[in-house]
């Protein structure tokens, strides 16, 4: 099995900045795609970036200029650095990753717990 623990989370009035981090442990042969969804009192989760193992990165559109996403391989672990917050990204953060669990396996997909983050003043 795997898991995936985030940490970073809290309140933070507009403007300010947040570092998320998500790490995965468990059963790893290796990591594919990572990536940060967010889901907002009412609202579908929606996908916020994602980062491949080789380094490309995508956002949707509200957090570009914003938010940078970034892994470490070494220790299965991706990041989401956050800046100037605004009220409406306010939600749940959930990090995803798809895992293969040993060379002949395929990828299946995880999610971790989850994580608040509130942009109030």
């Known amino acids: 099995q795997v898991q995936l623990v985030e940490s970073g989370g809290g309140l933070v009035q507009p403007g300010g900045s947040l570092r998320l981090s998500c790490a995965a442990s468990g059963s790893i042969f290796s990591i594919g795609t990572m990536a940060w969804y967010r889901q907002a009192p009412g609202k579908e989760r929606e996908l916020v970036t994602a980062?491949?193992?080789?380094?490309?990165?995508n956002y949707v559109d509200s957090v570009k200029g914003r938010f940078t996403i970034s892994r470490d391989n070494a220790k299965n672990t991706v990041y989401l650095e956050m800046n100037s917050l605004k009220p409406e990204d306010t939600a749940v953060y959930y990090c995803?990753?798809?895992?293969?669990?040993?060379?002949?396996?395929?990828?299946?997909?995880?999610w971790g717990q989850g994580t608040q983050v509130t942009v109030s003043s």
């Open positions: 980062i491949t193992n080789s380094g490309y990165t």
């Open positions: 995803n990753a798809a895992v293969r669990s040993n060379s002949w396996s395929g990828l299946n997909d995880y």
